[in-house]
């Protein structure tokens, strides 16, 4: 896959939508595209979060460590991202991800992803805008727990 | 040290001053004698005073000296050759032109040893200061900058060389010139002889009185040149605190202040200097207007006869340089006279060591058994602050003993006081029986191995750092033999005249014995120990497979590492791994490596084939040229230019992504867009060979998998390799040398080791792919025990101006193993591992202490906490020793070690 169907694949996110053609295509050329075996571990909890994925091809599994073992909090397939959280907060991976598949993904780097939020107001109303339905549905989550509790 | 110049000359050249005088006497001859014939030659054959008749001969060096009476009056030695007038002209001229060839001669011979008298005596007293430099005692170093001692043994000293050879014969030299020319003019006429002797006082009263102004600044100038060398490396150290404080227009202003302190003091010795000279000249000519009219007067009265005349006008024609250059001499003299205090002054100290404590001694007694025993230890700070204060204990020279305490509290003063860096202001310490404050350091620095919390390693390989610490004393003569020989002679002989080292630089200096092995190949194997207890060889290793070696180092080394290659190529060939390595093949065209790499399938030998350089390569052109590969590089260039351009150009300079992923430097930007708009406006064919140049350069650097851009397809990458055929096959003899290509079996001397190893690309977009296949290749090195070898090479790394090009983790590791590889007895570390992070300091601790199990250990920690390792420890409070014992018992005793350890 060339560089131009990279800047097709990602011109569906809502993030880098907004942006300019140029930066979508220079955000892809300083990408790396990343292979994964299946099976192979991509990040684990606790590590530090240098860089986010685009899945082009291939699925994805989350998992969380419980006192009762791994536990599949998601699976994640083509066209979503994944470990975009630790790359904007100082904190570590709070999850581990898995390649369940042969996985191909495009690697875009902290910084890189960082210096397209700043130029970008647009990209960054629609970061925050996935962070905030995010934090809904976890918040939603939480009370159900508790009340179930 | 001679407090004045003059001593030190003397004490050191008298025989070789004395040498001299006669050939200056015999030159003062010659001169009279030749100042002398003139006025025969024009009164006896020109003006015809002896040749009354046409044939009237005149006897040519008749010898008859007059004696004494009582023995016998004249006598007749030599009648001497009767010539005519004619020929009587030719002999004295020829007589006149050899006494000058003469007088020539002896000159040169004169200049020539004054010149190697000089020249060993600059060498002898820049030695002498190197000397002292090495037995400053280290407090002294804080007062002092190196690079104003840099300086001073290196520039300020070197006119005392040119002095020193002229101190004593010059005014000898001169004088006599001078004296020879006045007492000739005063022996042919009093009244000239009396002009002449005016003009001489006139000069030499005046001139050096007008001079002393010129003294005080060239001393000004001498202080002010050496401070601004030394500010200048203030400047250079500390640098990063001028960035960080955005001070450098202070620094600037600083500067320029000295440097125009600097321009005043030598605009001033400029003009007086030349004010000078024009009077000098006046002096020297106002002479001769003087001789024209009274000697003329005389001559016209008959008073004088013109020989004499014509010998006096030419006689004092040699009496004012003399005189001059005596005059210059002296300013001189009092000049370097100055140098020479001022530079003194600033080596002497009154607590310098004592040369016999320096003393090469071949098999010192050193401490092998019995007490380690400092006895009421006492040390003074320049202030007179107690920093050790009655400090004693005893343990067994076998002890591990942790030294701890506040920082400040005494432990760095004990350690250097431990291994002698600074002897104590009162008390001793012994050990094994010996006193180390009064040892020779053939003795301490042989039984302590100190390391500081920053150690110095010297900007040479890991390997001559580590060998250091072993090269106390020349062990083995290097032998000589014939022409070199006799040039070893002579310069032994030199450096004992100059009062030099007469211990051969060539000889072998490394003690193998004293780290406990037979010789080098031995020792290398040593070194791999002592890097294992410091954590180092997987560093070194490292280092090793990054490094390019040439064949020919080290036996077997090619065949080695182009085994290594089959292993891995045979591992590689797995299942799984396969993959992630893109092996050279000189009939494909690899994806992962840059099109450069794919034209020449080999590694550049040099510049010519440097990826820079390549697109303007005459060769290369015609390469491409003949397999037409350059009209679609062009377009490739064409297209990578466009989209550079499109992806980078509103990008602010020194952005980070220019730096890691654009071709073209944000400085050429503009310069690309002028070649595309010319594209556009006259076609690819038609741009001008500079622009074309600049395009075509472009693609060389293009890596397909990496880059994406899909500007090279299938068709594109079979003329890519039609092109590396033809580039190989008709490389001219003279460029073979600047290319080693890429062949299966053979090892490629430009290429690192691991890239030899490798022999192909290790495929981008692969997870972990570097990582995965660098564990192969450790397993590959490993099964065929090759890491050894890998670790040698590491070892010839290049560790930089003060070690710099390490980190300072790795330097402190460095120090620590060179402590140990001495095998002291006793080794001294104070913070030597504070640099170093917690989990490896502990480790690195646990290593040393195992690796010295029954030799002695002593070690300032700053953590307290890690003292538990240690048999034994010190406590150290403000100077004292608050308190000693075993760690477990201190732990509980509420005592100062538990109050650190709960601090």
Redesign the interface.
């Known amino acids: 896959m060339s560089l131009e169907q990279e800047v097709e694949l990602i011109r569906q996110f809502p993030i880098f939508s907004k942006i300019q053609p140029a930066k979508q295509k220079l955000l892809c050329f300083s990408s790396e595209r990343l292979t994964f075996e299946a099976g192979q571990v991509m990040f684990r909890a606790g590590d530090v979060g240098d860089a986010c994925y685009i899945v082009i091809e291939g699925r994805v599994e989350i998992t969380v460590e419980t006192p009762k073992g791994p536990l599949v909090v998601n699976t994640l397939g083509r066209n979503e991202i994944i470990g975009e959280i630790a790359i904007f907060g100082d904190v570590p991976r709070t999850a581990s991800a898995t390649a369940t598949t042969r996985l191909e993904t495009l690697k875009i780097s902290k910084e890189l992803f960082h210096s397209v939020i700043r130029e970008n107001p647009d990209a960054a109303l629609e970061l925050i805008r996935i962070l905030a339905s995010r934090l809904a549905n976890t918040t939603a989550q939480l009370i159900k727990t508790r009340t179930s509790n | 040290m001679e407090r004045g110049l003059f001593g030190f000359i003397l004490r050191y050249s008298k025989r070789e001053q004395w040498m001299i005088v006669p050939l200056v006497v015999a030159s003062m001859l010659i001169l009279f004698a030749s100042l002398d014939l003139p006025k025969t030659i024009v009164n006896e054959p020109i003006q015809g005073k002896r040749f009354p008749n046409p044939d009237s001969t005149v006897a040519f060096l008749r010898i008859a000296p007059t004696l004494p009476d009582f023995l016998g009056g004249q006598q007749v030695l030599f009648e001497g050759f009767a010539l005519e007038r004619a020929p009587y002209l030719v002999a004295l001229s020829l007589t006149f032109l050899a006494l000058i060839i003469v007088s020539g001669l002896l000159k040169l011979k004169i200049n020539t040893m004054k010149g190697w008298m000089g020249e060993r005596m600059l060498r002898r007293l820049r030695y002498t200061l190197f000397d002292h430099i090495l037995r400053f005692p280290l407090p002294h170093f804080r007062r002092v900058k190196s690079a104003e001692m840099a300086t001073m043994i290196k520039d300020e000293v070197e006119p005392l060389g040119g002095f020193i050879g002229e101190a004593i014969i010059s005014p000898l030299f001169l004088g006599g010139q001078a004296l020879t020319a006045l007492f000739f003019i005063l022996y042919q006429h009093i009244y000239l002889g009396i002009i002449a002797f005016f003009m001489v006082i006139v000069q030499a009263v005046v001139i050096p009185r007008m001079r002393r102004r010129l003294l005080v600044l060239t001393k000004e100038r001498q202080i002010a040149a050496r401070q601004l060398a030394g500010r200048i490396a203030e400047c250079v150290d500390g640098v990063v605190e001028i960035h960080a404080h955005d001070t450098s227009n202070y620094e600037r202003a600083e500067i320029s202040a000295r440097l125009g302190k600097m321009f005043l003091i030598r605009f001033e010795l400029f003009q007086r200097k030349f004010m000078i000279k024009f009077l000098n000249n006046f002096l020297s000519q106002v002479a001769p207007f003087l001789f024209y009219l009274v000697g003329g007067y005389l001559a016209i009265a008959g008073r004088l006869d013109i020989g004499t005349l014509v010998a006096v006008i030419a006689a004092y024609k040699d009496l004012p340089s003399p005189v001059k250059e005596l005059i210059d001499w002296d300013q001189q003299r009092m000049d370097v006279q100055i140098k020479y205090t001022q530079v003194v002054e600033q080596f002497t100290t009154d607590d310098i060591t004592k040369p016999e404590i320096q003393q090469i001694i071949d098999m010192p007694e050193l401490p092998r058994q019995g007490d380690v025993r400092a006895s009421n230890l006492t040390l003074l700070d320049e202030s007179g602050n107690k920093v050790l204060d009655g400090v004693s204990f005893e343990f067994d020279l076998a002890e591990h003993v942790a030294i701890v305490g506040h920082a400040g509290g005494g432990g760095s003063e004990m350690a250097q006081v431990l291994s002698r860096l600074v002897p104590p202001s009162s008390g001793t310490v012994e050990m094994g029986g010996i006193d180390i404050t009064r040892a020779p350091e053939a003795v301490t620095g042989r039984a302590i191995g100190y390391v500081g919390a920053t150690a110095y390693l010297f900007p040479v390989s890991v390997r001559e750092n580590l060998l250091y610490g072993l090269k106390h004393r020349p062990v083995l003569e290097s032998s000589y033999e014939g022409e070199s020989l006799s040039k070893r002679e002579t310069e032994l002989r030199e450096s004992a005249k100059a009062g030099n080292s007469i211990h051969d630089i060539r000889a072998e200096w490394i003690d193998y014995e004293a780290a406990g092995v037979s010789g080098s190949e031995e020792m290398e194997g040593r070194i791999l120990e002592v890097l294992r207890v410091v954590d180092l060889e997987e560093a070194i290793f490292e280092v090793g497979l990054r490094s390019s070696v040439r064949a020919g180092q080290g036996p077997g080394l090619a065949e080695s590492v182009l085994r290594a290659r089959d292993t891995m190529r045979a591992r590689l060939d797995m299942p799984?791994i396969k993959e992630l390595v893109e092996r050279f093949d000189l009939a494909r065209f690899n994806r992962n490596a840059t099109l450069a790499e794919n034209l020449l399938f080999g590694t550049p030998v040099g510049k010519t084939f440097d990826v820079d350089n390549l697109a303007r390569n005459p060769y290369v052109r015609k390469v491409l040229d003949e397999s037409g590969l350059s009209g679609d590089l062009l377009k490739v260039g064409h297209k990578l230019a466009e989209?550079m351009l499109?992806?980078?150009s509103?990008l602010p300079p020194g952005?980070?992504?220019f730096e890691?992923?654009s071709f073209i430097q944000h400085d050429d930007l503009p310069h690309v867009k002028e070649i595309l708009a010319q594209v556009a406006d006259v076609g690819l064919d038609r741009i001008q060979e500079a622009d074309r140049n600049t395009l075509l350069a472009l693609p060389f650097k293009l890596i397909s998998a990496r880059?994406?851009?899909?500007l090279i397809d299938e068709a594109l990458e079979a003329r890519i390799l039609e092109a590396r055929r033809l580039f190989a096959r008709n490389l001219p003899e003279e460029l073979r040398t600047a290319i080693e290509f890429f062949d299966p079996t053979k090892f490629i001397g430009a290429a690192s080791l691991q890239d030899n190893i490798l022999f192909g690309k290790i495929a981008?977009?692969?997870?972990?792919s570097n990582a995965r296949v660098g564990r192969v290749m450790r397993e590959v090195l490993d099964e065929l025990k090759l890491r050894p070898l890998v670790v040698t090479i590491g070892l010839d790394y290049q560790v930089g101006t003060g070690g710099a090009r390490l980190p300072v983790a790795d330097r402190q590791r460095i120090a620590i193993a060179r402590a140990i590889l001495k095998r002291p007895a006793v080794l001294v570390f104070d913070q030597a591992a504070a640099v170093l992070d917690l989990a490896s300091k502990k480790r690195l601790l646990d290593n040393v202490l195992a690796c010295r199990k029954g030799c002695g250990v002593y070690w300032v920690l700053n953590r307290p906490g890690l003292a538990e390792r240690f048999g034994r420890v010190l406590v150290m409070e403000k100077g004292r020793l608050v308190e000693r014992g075993k760690f477990a018992e201190l732990r509980e005793s509420g005592g100062a070690l538990q109050k650190l350890l709960t601090a």
């Open positions: 799984g989209t499109e992806l980078f509103d952005h980070e992504l890691r992923f880059h994406r851009l899909g981008t977009g692969q997870a972990e």
